[in-house]
């Protein structure tokens, strides 16, 4: 079964404490969600292999350490995946963006999947899928079975909040796929929010409320 990982960094923590509350607008939610996910990337990438190699420093010749040129991918789950992407960007520059476009339908809360695009080369990169909320699952185990019918061999989610529900779905359909939180909250309720959560993810990034 997949593993489950709450990234308790004080920063990450107090910054989604803000991200929460309802009276911050669109602009600072935005630059959290940003801020967050640059954070996030940090503590996701720690087992990154490295090798070593030997440099010359202005002193003296010295044997260092560098990552180990493991192919990455992201997949923000649009749309609210999309207000993580650049934030994880800005400590993995050399990953590749993949698009997985999928809504929940508000009647049964069953994902649509209306566009897929992603890097030519799936089956060397390790992928992982972001997106803010982690609620039913199903926005998340349909996007990680895309890219599976596609030929990626290894993926993570990355997700900010998750729901219980949520995560047992994931780890149900997909036992080989670890998940990332900045918090796991209490539940959902009955209209498959998640329950502290922080509302509508993609409403609040882009102010379509
Ligand atoms: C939200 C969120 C997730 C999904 C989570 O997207 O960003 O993708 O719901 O819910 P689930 O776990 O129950 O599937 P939404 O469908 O609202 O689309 P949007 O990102 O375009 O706003
Ligand atoms: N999608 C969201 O944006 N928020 C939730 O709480 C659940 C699903």
């Known amino acids: 079964m997949g593993k489950v990982y ?12 803000y991200i929460r509350k ?16 640059t954070l996030m990337a940090f503590e996701i ?15 003296s010749e010295s044997k260092s350490q560098v990552i180990a040129g493991k192919k990455l991918g992201i997949v923000p789950i649009l749309r609210a995946g999309l207000g993580m992407v650049d934030g994880m960007l800005s400590l993995i520059p050399a990953a590749k963006v993949g698009h997985v476009g999928l809504y929940r339908d508000p009647e049964t809360l069953k994902p649509v999947e ?17 997106d803010p909320m982690l609620a039913t699952g199903g926005s998340a ?19 900010l ?5 949520g995560v047992e779905e994931v780890q149900k359909a997909h036992p080989d796929v670890d998940i990332y939180l900045a918090a796991l909250d209490e539940k959902l309720n009955e209209k498959g929010y998640i329950v502290p959560g922080l509302g509508d993810a993609g409403d609040r990034l882009f102010g379509t409320k």
């Open 141 to 159: 185990n349909e996007a990680i079975e895309s890219l599976k019918k596609r030929g990626v061999k290894q993926v993570r989610l990355m997700c």
């Open 6 to 17: 709450v990234f308790d960094h004080p920063l990450i923590q107090h910054k989604l404490t």
């Open 114 to 130: 209306y566009y897929v695009k992603l890097p030519s080369d799936v089956e060397e990169r390790e992928f992982i899928v972001i």
């Open 45 to 59: 990438t720690r087992d990154l292999p490295l090798e070593d190699v030997t440099i010359q420093t202005p002193v």
């Open 161 to 165: 909040v998750g729901a219980p529900e």
């Open 22 to 37: 309802n009276e911050t607008g669109t602009k600072e939610f935005r630059e959290l969600v940003d801020e967050v996910a």
